[in-house]
């Protein structure tokens, strides 16, 4: 069978496409054959060397994988040869809070990932993949749709009518923007580019801010919730926008701080956390318990991930290139 092994943390030219054995499955755990992988800014971090946590190479890349079981080891129970699952982000992280040994076992590092036409996992850190879904959309889930999930709605206690901000259209924030609308909350997104601010229009943005000629955009946000601020802020920026995420919550509100696409040094003052009493939560992507209820919501709903562009597995370091261009909107994918 084929992989991608990243070899060394240089971008995309460090990833190699190798001939291997392919995995047996071992007690408690499945062989799947992955059908479709899709990226996340992470894994660009991860072969650039940026990502904070240390990952060793070689390391077969990417975190987000769905697929078919094709082998089961002994004891398995919960499943079958032919289901369809998706993998989750954390494969120690079943349930319960977050504690530090759950962290342990990310795909794509400090764990192999699934940018592999087969791989063994633990038969608990797998949910299945709705049949209405196809592996491109299921694909999309686990990373990005997961952590908005669990900033909106398992941390955050979303509630209809409320006010959500959402930045730049990349995968954790269109699905924060999706999540936010089956929740009839009202959605107030950011984009840098023009072009993308009819498409998040499209796709249920209730106001588009673009930064690029309103760079101010906490004193939009007021502007538009009658000086009071948002419900809701769902940061992916930062260093630069976490001072302003403080400026346009409203007091009583939250703040989900998931990324740092614009750094991570940042002077920030920290009283206006105390003084208008906002709740400031740090989100590490969920559990299998949480990706299970995020997975009702997707089938009930029949939510559509919104996809940029599907790439061959051939074109993985393309794929990368393009991420790190900047130009997509919601998800890159790999068909496996
Ligand atoms: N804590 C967690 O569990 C967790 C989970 C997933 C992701 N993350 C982090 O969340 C962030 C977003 O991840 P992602 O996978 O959704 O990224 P992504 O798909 O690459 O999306 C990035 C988007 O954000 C906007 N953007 C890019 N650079 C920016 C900047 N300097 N300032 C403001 N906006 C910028 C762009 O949208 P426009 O062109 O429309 O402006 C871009 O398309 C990353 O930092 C990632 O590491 C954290």
Known sequence: MRQYELRTQTGPAGLHMVATE?????????????RAASL??????????????????PRIPLSDGAGEVIAVGPGV??????????????QSWISGELRAEK?????????????????????????RVPDFMTFEDAATLPCAALTAWNALVEQGRLRAGDTVVVQGTGGVSMFA?????????????????????????????????????????????????????????VDVGGASTFERSLKAVRVGGRI???????????????????????AVQGVDVGSVEMFESFMRAVTRNRLQPVI?????????????EYLASGKHFGKIVIAV
């Open 256 to 278: 989900s701080l998931i990324g740092w696409l614009a750094g991570s040094d940042a002077q920030v003052n920290p009283f206006p956390v105390a003084l208008k009493g906002i």
């Open 177 to 233: 923007l999706q999540i936010a609308n089956l929740f009839g909350a009202r959605v107030i997104a950011t984009t840098r580019s023009a072009s993308k601010a009819l498409k998040l229009r499209q796709i249920g943005a209730d106001l588009v801010i673009e930064t690029a000629t309103t760079p101010d955009w906490e004193r939009a946000v007021l502007s538009a919730t009658g000086g009071e601020g948002a419900d809701h802020i």
């Open 40 to 57: 996340n800014y992470r894994d660009l971090m991860i072969a650039h060397g940026w990502h904070g946590r240390r990952v060793a190479t």
């Open 308 to 320: 940029d562009r599907v790439f061959l597995f051939g074109e993985a370091p393309a794929a990368y």
């Open 22 to 34: 392919p995995p047996v499955a071992q007690s408690g755990q499945v062989v799947v054959r992955i």
């Open 103 to 127: 962290l342990d076992a990310a795909l794509g590092g400090p764990i192999d990932g699934v940018l592999s036409e087969q791989v063994a996992f633990a038969e608990n850190a797998l949910v």
């Open 77 to 90: 129970a919960r499943w079958r040869v032919g289901d369809r699952v998706v993998a989750n982000f954390y």
